[in-house]
């Protein structure tokens, strides 16, 4: 069930769509308005929409991902060692 501005699904993704809504009312349903069931089924069909959309770019297998995460981890810096005060020469004992 469309509403007039939702993106136009093939009957594979509507139903991939309904799939994933029945599963969200099966667990939380009871505790969902008619209105936050009407939403979240809006989402999901817009949700697919974007996922048909991604699913046609071509890759091949070999293609390295767009994006490399390189974390950014602040460590907490340890102190420097503090250079410990050479003691003296001990003078030699007269005897």
């Given at each position: 069930?469309?509403?007039?501005?939702?993106?136009?699904?093939?009957a594979?993704?509507?139903?991939?769509?309904?799939?994933?809504?029945?599963?969200?009312?099966?667990?939380?349903?009871?505790?969902?308005?008619?209105?936050?069931?009407?939403?979240?089924?809006?989402?999901?069909?817009?949700?697919?929409?974007?996922?048909?959309?991604?699913?046609?770019?071509a890759?091949?297998?070999?293609?390295?991902?767009?994006?490399?995460?390189?974390?950014?981890?602040?460590?907490?810096?340890?102190?420097?060692?503090?250079?410990?005060?050479?003691?003296?020469?001990?003078?030699?004992?007269?005897?």
């Open positions: 069930m469309q509403t007039p501005s939702a993106p136009k699904l093939s594979e993704s509507q139903a991939e769509a309904e799939s994933r809504i029945q599963v969200v009312f099966a667990q939380h349903g009871s505790r969902l308005s008619d209105a936050e069931k009407a939403d979240l089924r809006r989402l999901a069909n817009e949700g697919q929409a974007v996922l048909d959309r991604l699913r046609a770019f890759t091949e297998n070999g293609d390295g991902p767009g994006l490399y995460l390189k974390p950014l981890i602040e460590r907490e810096k340890k102190p420097s060692p503090r250079p410990t005060p050479s003691k003296p020469a001990s003078k030699p004992k007269n005897s």
